[in-house]
């Protein structure tokens, strides 16, 4: 017994050692991951911080099997298992300790819409057209909430704790980045390779700009951060390029556009422009592109920039809807979702289900070269009309909620917040957020962990700040007595 308490470590590495070669040499080749699942159960009973950390660097790294054609299952590894892990984790936690989450957290409006929006797509498994995909599109909502939200609220409670999983999920994207300018320069950095040469981590081009548009603002705003060294800064201003150059390189129009809108909302924060003044002028461009719709639809139409290498020409390929077949086969996706809406308007066609229903609701006007009888294309490309289409008008409203509550919250409580470290990172979070909101009316990718995870977190510091400075706070207090 003695020897067994002080030798316990090599003994069992000898019994796994001979356990798993007689299951190999039966080609039983699962229990070689033991060892990697019991590292996982360890770190999530002991070191659930590290193992966050840990999924926010390897998120951008992780590789789809559906993408390698592993029998279609479509899990990312090695993100997914353990957020799963994470998930079951934080609601066997829930039911021991009813109260192991701030009440102020629970009944942030937020919150409640978050919780609003997993309600409602619970209740749209029912009536969907396929239960089961539904069914599993709600679960991945759920692992990405539950971690990447509640389970972080705990851990963003030091806010260094913010930058160290913002600064480990640009790690991972440095990588994915080198790799992918490595592998685009054998090709010239030409546009069509541009498509798919950061593959296998991402799917394609657009995942791609979406997300280091995602961390630009952060990247931008590290080069001053207060607190930083000289070599942090330094660091900083690399990271910076990398994301750029990227972000160039990646042909992502609808990237390129969203870091505009970032700049303008930038713009109307720091000059404090209310929120009133946003309303009025929001209502009186839609209000002019109403009465001129028809010219300018016409007028877009004359456009027959397609996109190519030279970068002038791709972007004014943006608003090319006449011949371009990328802008053509959105238009064909919008339309047909559309038309699944006025079929099903209340509850949808069931969450997830839009990429496998889609087809029969193409018109033949607007078909392009690119649309397929079948609609394996793929999902509806908008964050907005895909839970139109799949969950209803309810589906639609709550996700417009989440987007403009979290809008209004953040630029109000920029006002408030005093000059610091914290106001960087509500901005960098905030600007992350907008960036994706914009692209979110092109494409959609919360299904996928390359987006959800920094798309909850940046959420969720949002919210937490709006909790750590409310309203009625003096804003003229120092950041270090608040």
Avoid at 282 to 306: M, P, S
């Amino acid at each position: 017994m003695r020897l067994l308490k002080e030798h316990w470590v090599f003994m069992a590495s000898i019994a796994f050692v001979v356990l798993n070669a007689a299951f190999m040499a039966g080609q039983i080749y699962w229990f070689s991951v033991l060892p990697a699942v019991l590292l996982i159960v360890w770190a999530m009973l002991t070191a659930v911080d590290r193992l966050i950390y840990f999924i926010a660097f390897a998120t951008p790294l992780s590789i789809n099997l559906e993408e390698l054609d592993l029998g279609g299952i479509g899990v990312a590894l090695p993100t997914e298992p353990l957020l799963v892990g994470l998930m079951v984790l934080f609601f066997v936690k829930l039911a021991l300790e009813p109260n192991v989450l701030d009440r102020r957290l629970i009944r942030h409006p937020i919150t409640v819409i978050i919780l609003l929006q997993v309600g409602w797509m619970t209740l749209c498994i029912i009536p969907s057209s396929m239960p089961l995909v539904s069914l599993k599109y709600v679960l991945a909502r759920l692992w990405f909430v539950s971690s990447m939200y509640f389970i972080m609220s705990r851990l963003f409670q030091d806010t260094r704790n913010m930058q160290r999983f913002i600064w480990a999920y640009l790690s991972g994207l440095f990588i994915v980045i080198g790799y992918t300018l490595i592998h685009h320069s054998q090709f010239g950095f030409e546009h069509d390779p541009a498509h798919w040469v950061m593959t296998p981590f991402f799917k394609d081009h657009t995942s791609y700009g979406a997300i280091i548009a995602f961390f630009l603002p952060f990247s931008l705003g590290a080069l001053t951060m207060p607190g930083y060294s000289a070599t942090r800064r330094i660091l900083a201003f690399l990271m910076f390029l990398t994301l750029l150059t990227g972000l160039i390189f990646s042909y992502t129009r609808a990237a390129w556009l969203s870091l505009l809108g970032a700049i303008g909302v930038f713009l109307i924060v720091r000059l404090k422009v209310p929120v009133w003044a946003m309303a009025i002028g929001v209502a009186t461009l839609g209000g002019l592109y109403w009465a001129n719709h028809e010219q300018i639809t016409i007028a877009l139409e004359r456009n027959r920039e397609e996109s190519s290498d030279d970068l002038g020409e791709h972007v004014r390929s943006i608003s090319n809807i006449s011949s371009d077949a990328s802008n053509l086969e959105r238009i064909n996706r919008w339309n047909s979702a559309m038309r699944m809406f006025m079929e099903r308007p209340f509850f949808g066609w069931g969450p997830g289900t839009y990429m496998f229903q889609y087809a029969p609701f193409q018109a033949s006007e607007d078909r392009t070269i690119i649309s397929t009888n079948f609609g394996e294309g793929g999902n509806a490309h908008s964050e907005y009309l895909g839970p139109l289409s799949e969950q209803g008008l309810p589906g639609l409203g709550l996700m417009l909620a989440l987007v403009l509550v979290t809008l209004v919250k953040g630029m109000r409580l920029f006002a408030r917040m005093p000059s610091g470290v914290d106001r960087r990172l509500m901005m960098a979070a905030l600007l992350g957020l907008v960036t994706y909101y914009l692209h979110g009316a092109l494409n959609n990718f919360l299904d996928t962990d390359k987006a959800s995870v920094p798309f909850w977190a940046f959420t969720l510091i949002i919210v937490l700040f709006d909790l750590k400075y409310p309203v009625g706070l003096p804003s003229s207090l120092p950041e270090e007595g608040r």
